[in-house]
């Protein structure tokens, strides 16, 4: 090393260790000015925990987001809240408790709640008892603690629907507090009713599935879903099969089916841009009644159709191609029973929709309404050229057939809904300072 490098090395020397020794100054002054309650330090604990310290030598890293025996997220961390740099599973066990916290809250007994329930329309042709969307036209049920029983309704089917315990909200509400195992208060309902009552379009479905909801909040029980969908089975076998209730809890399309073990269902994707134009007819139709018609056995030949129709229905529905749906929703098990014995308006309303531009058409449920899927939508109905739908004239023929057969009734023009119910208010909300859900909307 020659005289010149000599110099260097030493220069360089001598500033690093200036410069360390300037950190260490800046850093004990830091310590010292900071705040105790935020800070982010390494210590050794003089009373650590023992199943911390005891077991480890170690030093612990302090996370100021938690505290382990609140689980409150907050400012000021005790002297004994300790952590391993590296240890993963402590770090794991608080946010667990954290969370549990969080969840012993949200599951206290309410006072009161509501819960949003779409419309649903079941088999879609030849999926029967299997499969069903979610429609976009809504009750909401208001359940409150209360002195006495009482249930009050307004809207759609408000003076038919059963105002004693024979409500089908009512038997969802007592089969929550079954489930939660816990004796149910008395309680009062109210229902703002859009769904039609009776006419195919699942009311009875939603208002089970309105009930178990709004049971499990006032009572504060919470299911679990993976892999067990509980929520699912509750309510499909009070209704007896999930081609409603599935897709009223999830929304979208949903194929459903019993393994032997539990329902299980999936969602199966549905085309962008679609519609549903329905022909609603004044008369109630009972499920029970058009069950009725049904005999127990069908041949072999109609079994094929309907399995080769159901799955070109779903394939349709996947892929978005739209021109195979009219033979996705034919089907022999059921709607020329209906047709028959209950429903004449049924095959020329769906050939009058077909040939004024639906991509397909069917009955609705177990009846009596009849709904059409349309293509071209794009977002609102109110701000696209009605040239580029098809809703409107095939709306037009639909009512045509309708009035031709004596058929009272109306049409409505919705679409698929993706989302399933929801509870929109909780007496005391979930919301907290911190969090914001939608039960405060
Ligand atoms: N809150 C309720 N809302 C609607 N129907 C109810 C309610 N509570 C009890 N019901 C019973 O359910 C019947 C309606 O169910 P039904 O299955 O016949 O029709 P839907 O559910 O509207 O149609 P679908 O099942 O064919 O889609 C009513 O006639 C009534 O007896
Ligand atoms: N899959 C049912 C729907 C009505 O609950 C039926 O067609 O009878």
């Known amino acids: 090393m020659n005289n010149d490098n000599t110099k260097l090395a030493t220069t360089a020397l001598v500033a690093s260790g200036l410069g360390a020794a300037l950190s260490y100054l800046m850093f004990q002054r830091q310590q010292k000015s900071r705040p105790r309650s935020n800070s982010m330090t390494f210590h050794i604990p003089s009373d650590a925990p023992k199943s911390i310290g005891n077991s480890r030598t170690s030093f612990i890293f302090q996370d100021p987001e938690y505290d382990m025996n609140s689980g409150d997220r907050q400012s000021s961390v005790s002297d004994t809240t300790i952590l391993m740099p590296h240890s993963h599973e402590e770090r794991m066990r608080r946010r667990i408790a954290a969370r549990m916290a969080v969840e012993d809250e949200n599951s206290q007994p309410r006072q009161s709640v509501t819960v949003r329930v779409p419309a ?23 359940v409150s603690r209360a002195d006495e029983f009482e249930i009050t309704a307004e809207g759609d089917g408000a003076e038919e629907m059963p105002k004693d315990d024979s409500n089908y909200i009512v038997t969802g509400v007592k089969a929550a507090y079954e489930t939660a195992n816990k004796p149910m208060p008395p309680l009062k309902y109210h229902v703002v009713s859009r769904i039609p009552y009776a006419r195919g379009l699942g009311s009875s479905s939603a208002a089970i599935v309105a009930g178990i909801i709004a049971g499990l909040v006032l009572a504060g029980h919470r299911l679990p879903v993976w892999g067990s969908e509980s929520l699912l089975q509750i309510a499909a076998s009070i209704e007896g099969h999930p081609d409603n209730v599935a897709p009223v809890i999830y929304g979208g399309f949903q194929v459903g089916i019993h393994n032997g073990t539990r329902w299980v269902t999936e969602r199966i994707p549905s085309p962008p841009g679609m519609q549903c134009v329905m022909f609603i007819p004044d008369f109630i139709g009972k499920t029970s009644a058009a069950r009725a018609v049904l005999k127990d056995t069908i041949s072999r030949s109609d079994a094929a159709f309907n399995i080769g129709r159901v799955a070109f229905l779903v394939h349709a529905l996947a892929l978005g191609n739209l021109d195979n749906l009219k033979w996705g929703v034919q089907d022999r098990m059921h709607q020329p029973q209906r047709a028959e014995g209950l429903y004449p308006h049924l095959f020329p309303m769906i050939k009058a929709a077909e040939e004024s531009g639906a991509c397909c ?66 007496d005391p909300p979930f919301s907290s300072e911190f969090i914001t859900f939608r039960d405060n909307v």
């Not at 649903?120 to 208001?142: F, H, K, Q, R």
Request: hydrophobic residues 40%; glycine residues 12%.
């Open 361 to 426: 058409a069917f009955l609705s449920g177990a009846g009596p309404t009849v709904m059409a899927f349309t293509s071209g939508a794009s977002g609102d109905i109110f701000t696209q050229r009605e040239k580029e739908r098809t809703d409107y004239s095939v709306a037009k023929a639909m009512m045509e057939v309708a009035t031709s057969y004596g058929v009272k009734g109306r049409i409505v023009v919705t679409q698929a809904s993706q989302e399933g119910a929801r509870v929109v208010k909780v």
């Open 120 to 142: 649903s329309s079941a088999n879609c042709g030849p999926g029967y008892d299997c499969i069903g969307l979610a429609v976009d036209l809504w009750t909401e049920v208001t």
